[in-house]
């Protein structure tokens, strides 16, 4: 399981990179792991204001679906449209072109209640 000290990540398994007020998101490897082989990826909230923990797509997976969550407040800016023709990048390569939303961020001090790489691994080994 790669877990990139880098990154921030959420108890929902999503990860976050922050980049000034914007917030990268994907799911972590553990979570693509988990899910198996990924076959959708649906956003439909691009251009909203939506709040931390909220409901912001899901991931579509050949057994299951997954809702993906708000890791912190904001304006949902752009969407990864790569993931349209290729949602197997997520498996592929979570942690870079499988990023699926950007967020400009309404709050960024949200990102400090995010966990770090080791609590996060702590969390998923738990």
């Given at each position: ?118 609590d996060y ?6």
């Open positions: 399981m790669k877990l990139p000290e880098n990154l921030k990540y959420t108890k929902d398994h999503e990860w976050v990179r922050i980049e000034g007020d914007t917030a990268i998101v994907g799911i972590s490897d553990f979570a693509q792991s988990e899910l198996g082989d990924i076959v959708y990826v649906e956003v439909e909230t691009l251009d909203e204001e939506l709040d931390q923990e909220e409901v912001f797509g899901t991931v579509e997976a050949v057994k299951t679906v997954s809702d993906l969550f708000m890791p912190v407040s904001g304006k949902i800016v752009d969407f990864n449209e790569s993931l349209e023709d290729e949602p197997e990048l997520v498996n592929e390569n979570p942690y870079d072109e499988g990023w699926i939303i950007k967020i400009k961020m309404s709050n960024p001090e949200e990102a400090d209640e995010l966990l770090s790489s080791d691994k702590a969390h998923v080994e738990g």
